[in-house]
């Protein structure tokens, strides 16, 4: 059995091509992937949408300025306003959620993306040199 170690988050346009893992791949008789959910809109999933958002969001629509310590608030407005902008939607979001939306919008403005387990690896690793 061989493992692959997945890295993240990676630069958007890399190219990763590696022979070996390549061969090696090639000459398996399986090859699995990371697991990964789907989710289709339904009527039930809407229901269940709607109760995300509201565990997504502060109990009595307290806002992060009234949840962090005044020192915390402030280094958050710095990173939010230069990763997120001028949206205020993160302002109503429970602390873990506000972290992961500016986590998210950091990644993607320095140009990297979040790897999603082997499944960026492995399609970076299928692009052809031009």
């Not at 090859?31 to 039930?44: D, E, I, N, P």
């Amino acid at each position: 059995m061989w493992v692959l170690g997945t890295y993240g988050p990676l630069p958007k346009k890399m190219t990763w091509r590696s022979k070996v893992v390549e061969d090696t791949v090639a000459q398996s008789q399986i090859f699995l992937l990371q697991g990964s959910a789907r989710f289709s809109v339904t009527s039930k999933n809407l229901m269940l949408r709607s109760s995300v958002t509201s565990l997504r969001d502060n109990p009595d629509d307290a806002q992060l300025k009234d949840i962090l310590s005044p020192d915390l608030y402030a280094r958050w407005r710095v990173l939010k306003e230069k990763y997120i902008g001028s949206s205020n939607a993160a302002e109503k979001w429970r602390p873990i959620f506000a972290a992961q939306e500016l986590y998210k919008k950091a990644i993607d403005k320095v140009g990297l993306e979040q790897s999603r387990g082997s499944m960026v690896i492995w399609k970076r690793s299928l692009r052809r040199p031009r």
